[in-house]
């Protein structure tokens, strides 16, 4: 495996499920990024991680939960989500700074119905 | 609110000539900017960065940066119908967290 791998691609779930996304990076970055990518709209930051430890929360709706085990693995928990949810998840990785940007996953299709 | 701005487009340019995709943003204190290309169904996909005014080449690709009037600018020589995508600026501020614009989507016809 190489770069940043995501699962799953694709994701349909009730507004009364739980799932999980993850994704996995073998870059040896050490920050990690959940964005949210929606029609019409600009990637929506929504949680930042440095070194294991979360150092931004967007304002994300507590639906949606991150859990950062190690450098490496990044999950995004989601319960009782709603239509509007419904949206490409991406996950991203890159050195601490990010000076020489992000290397992105190929992200997850979630849809809620 | 720390923007960045694209035109969503379409540009369409003939195969062959010079596409010019711009990007302004609103925060002075940005220090690294990034053009992302993203095809339909596909995650972005980093091209270029720049840090320093002025230009920046890269085979096909030139980015351009003027920090006192804000604006980003990404240049695709000899345009090939394979960059037909939508392209992404995104500007750093607070060290690591990237903020995207809407994106350009780029059409180039035979």
């Known amino acids: 495996e190489t770069g940043v791998t995501q699962t799953p691609r694709h994701l349909v779930m009730g507004m009364t499920n739980k799932k999980s996304l993850k994704c996995e990076q073998h870059l040896g970055h050490n920050a990690m990024y959940w964005y949210k990518q929606s029609a019409k709209k600009p990637l929506e930051l929504m949680f930042v991680y440095n070194f294991k430890e979360q150092t931004e929360n967007n304002s994300v709706p507590s639906r949606f939960s991150p859990e950062c085990p190690n450098s490496s693995h990044l999950f995004l928990h989601l319960h009782t989500l709603q239509p509007e949810d419904s949206a490409l998840y991406l996950c991203?990785?890159?050195?601490?700074?990010?000076?020489?940007?992000?290397?992105f996953g190929s992200g997850t299709r979630l849809t809620v119905v | 609110q720390k923007e960045v701005e694209q035109n969503s487009g379409p540009l369409s340019v003939p195969e062959g000539a010079i596409a010019s995709l711009n990007c302004t943003y609103s925060?002075?204190?940005?220090?690294?900017f990034f053009w992302y290309r993203q095809y339909s169904g596909k995650s972005p996909e980093l091209i270029m960065f720049?840090?320093?005014?002025g230009d920046k080449e890269d085979g096909r690709f030139t980015a351009q940066l003027n920090k006192a009037s804000q604006y980003v600018s990404l240049l695709i020589r000899d345009s090939q119908p394979s960059d037909s995508a939508t392209y992404l600026c995104a500007v750093a501020y607070n060290t690591d967290k990237l903020i995207f614009g809407t994106g350009t989507r780029l059409q180039v016809f035979p």
């Open positions: 720049i840090y320093s005014n």
């Open positions: 991203a990785s890159s050195q601490a700074g990010g000076r020489d940007g992000y290397t």
């Open positions: 925060d002075r204190g940005s220090q690294s």
